[in-house]
Nanobody, 129 residues
Framework: QVQLVESGGGLVQPGGSLILSCAAS????????IGWFRRAPGKDREGVSC????????YYADSVQGRFTISRDNSKNTVYLQMNGLKPEDTAVYYC??????????????????????WGQGTQVTVSS
């Protein structure tokens, strides 16, 4: 059974940092890309950052470029999202997701909804003073 389990969310002050983790298990096949998406209150889901499994090519949304860093630890089958310089507008539920196939890693991230994508349950990130 495929599982994506996110952790690391919480409450942080503006300018602070958090590291989100997504542990993937149950995959009997190689996936093409894994990424982070978020849904802020009153807004639609959006892609934050994604990374390919083949060569670690990354993509970042403009809103997080230079502040967030995505990385993978193959030995632990885990993907991380290092979030620095957090802003109140980063407040959202953050979801980890996996695509079996993709055209480009940018395509994975800009498509907030995709048939056949696997999702985690989400972790809340709140940025507030």
């Amino acid at each position: 059974q495929v599982q994506l389990v996110e952790s690391g969310g919480g409450l942080v002050q503006p300018g602070g940092s958090l590291i989100l983790s997504c542990a993937a298990s149950g995959f009997t096949w190689d996936y093409a890309g894994i990424g982070w998406f978020r849904r802020a209150p009153g807004k639609d889901r959006e892609g934050v950052s994604c990374i390919t499994s083949s060569d670690n090519t990354t993509y970042y949304a403009d809103s997080v470029q230079g502040r967030f860093t995505i990385s993978r630890d193959n030995s632990k089958n885990t993907v991380y999202l290092q979030m620095n310089g957090l802003k109140p507008e980063d407040t959202a539920v953050y979801y980890c997701a996996v695509d079996r196939r993709l055209a480009t890693i940018k395509d994975m991230c800009v498509m907030a909804y995709k048939l056949g994508r696997y999702w985690g349950q989400g972790t809340q990130v709140t940025v507030s003073s």
